[in-house]
C-alpha cells in the first residue's frame, strides 16, 4: 500500500517561505509521478503542482507559479515543494499524492488514494 509522510510546513508572514518535503513509500518512486494537492477550510482541494518521473516536466497552478518550485529526489523517495513569497491565500493544508495524470497544463487528482496526514501552512498578513 502507498503511504506518503508530508512535514515541512509552519506559520510564517507573509513574504517568506517553507520548504516541505513527502516521503513516499510502497511503489516505485522513481517511476511515478507525484504531485502537491492543498486544501483550505471550506473550500475543495486543489491541485498545486506535480512532477513526472523524469523531473523535467512540471505543473504549477496560475497562482503559484514564480513562486512555488517542485522537485524530487528519487534516490530519497522524497518529493519537495520550495514555496516562496507566501501570501495570505496560499494558507492550507498541504498533501502530497499520485496524480491521476500530470501534464504541464494539468494535474488530475487521484481517483482513489491513501492520503496523508498532510502538512499546515499558515501564512499571516
Known amino acids: 500500500q502507498v503511504q506518503v509522510v508530508e512535514s515541512g510546513g509552519g506559520l510564517v508572514q507573509a513574504g517568506g517561505s517553507l520548504r516541505l518535503s513527502c516521503t513516499v513509500s510502497?511503489?516505485?518512486?522513481?517511476?511515478?509521478?507525484i504531485g502537491w494537492f492543498r486544501q483550505a477550510p471550506g473550500r475543495e482541494r486543489e491541485g498545486v503542482s506535480c512532477?513526472?518521473?523524469?523531473?523535467?516536466?512540471?505543473y504549477y497552478r496560475d497562482s503559484v507559479k514564480g513562486r512555488f518550485t517542485v522537485s524530487r529526489d528519487n534516490a530519497k523517495n522524497t518529493l519537495y515543494l520550495q514555496l516562496n513569497s507566501l501570501k495570505p491565500e496560499d494558507t492550507a493544508m498541504y498533501y502530497c499524492?499520485?496524480?491521476?495524470?500530470?501534464?504541464?497544463?494539468?494535474?488530475?487528482?487521484?481517483?482513489?488514494?491513501?492520503w496523508g496526514q498532510g502538512t499546515q501552512v499558515t501564512v499571516s498578513s
Open positions: 510502497g511503489l516505485t518512486f522513481a517511476r511515478t509521478p
Open positions: 499524492a499520485v496524480p491521476n495524470y500530470c501534464v504541464n497544463y494539468e494535474i488530475a487528482p487521484p481517483t482513489a488514494f491513501n
Open positions: 512532477i513526472n518521473s523524469d523531473g523535467f516536466n512540471t
